[in-house]
């Protein structure tokens, strides 16, 4: 019984690192009109952000021998998010 809330946990933070990085991408796209993006970036560009999600996300938790703290998720999340900003911002739209 006391795994369950503790996988609970783990999940919510797996959602939530996937979520919010990839909201943070479409929220810029969306602003910006998908200007300059090709079809291969608005595929790319997603997947690209949720597999570096997934990887930061399972090298926090292979790290942290007490548990998640909730402060270095934090910050984690921030810097996902302002990664997936720049990927939008940054990376021109690839030739067809």
Known sequence: M???????????WLAVFI???EGV???ASLRSGFREK???NLSLEP???ALSSIAVFVMWFL??????RPSVGFILLI?????????QRFVPGLRE
């Open 25 to 27: 991408w479409f929220t």
């Open 2 to 12: 006391s795994k369950r809330p503790g996988k609970r946990r783990v999940l919510a």
């Open 47 to 49: 997947l690209l952000v």
């Open 38 to 40: 090709s079809l291969s």
């Open 63 to 68: 790290v942290a021998r007490r548990g998640l």
């Open 79 to 87: 810097i996902l998010s302002a990664a997936a900003l720049a990927l």
């Open 19 to 21: 979520v919010l990085p």
